[in-house]
Nanobody, 121 residues
Framework: QVQLVESGGGLVQAGGSLRLSCTAS??????VGWFRQAPGKEREFVAH????????YHANSVKGRFAISRDNAENSVSLQMNSLKPEDAAGYSC??????????????WGWGKGTLVNVSS
């Protein structure tokens, strides 16, 4: 049984950076995605990375500011977030991809409990 644990969230000023980590225990994970959900909003896709490290996909809203990467030796996936904006504030969660559409949260399983990101203006 695989378990995902997110870390790295916190409070940062607009324009700042954070690095989120998604660490798996139990067995090696395959392709992984990051999603976020702000209060009162639907969960939205942020980024996805194939188990080999490529390809990687990013939502248009974060492209050029966020970068997903993975360290298979550590069985972890990271999300480097730069130039953070107040609208990036949300709970960020990672999950394991199954198949059928990398942008669709319903195609993922094994969700972690998430980590909170707050961005002050």
């Amino acid at each position: 049984q695989v378990q995902l644990v997110e870390s790295g969230g916190g409070l940062v000023q607009a324009g700042g950076s954070l690095r989120l980590s998604c660490t798996a225990s139990g067995r090696a994970v395959r392709s992984v995605g990051w999603f976020r959900q702000a209060p009162g909003k639907e969960r939205e896709f942020v980024a996805h990375i194939h188990w080999s490290g490529s390809p990687a996909y990013h939502a248009n809203s974060v492209k050029g500011r966020f970068a997903i990467s993975r360290d298979n030796a550590e069985n972890s996936v990271s999300l480097q977030m730069n130039s953070l904006k107040p609208e990036d504030a949300a709970g960020y969660s990672c999950a394991i991809y199954s198949s059928g559409g990398v942008y669709d949260a319903r195609k993922y399983w094994g969700w972690g409990k998430g980590t909170l990101v707050n961005v002050s203006s």
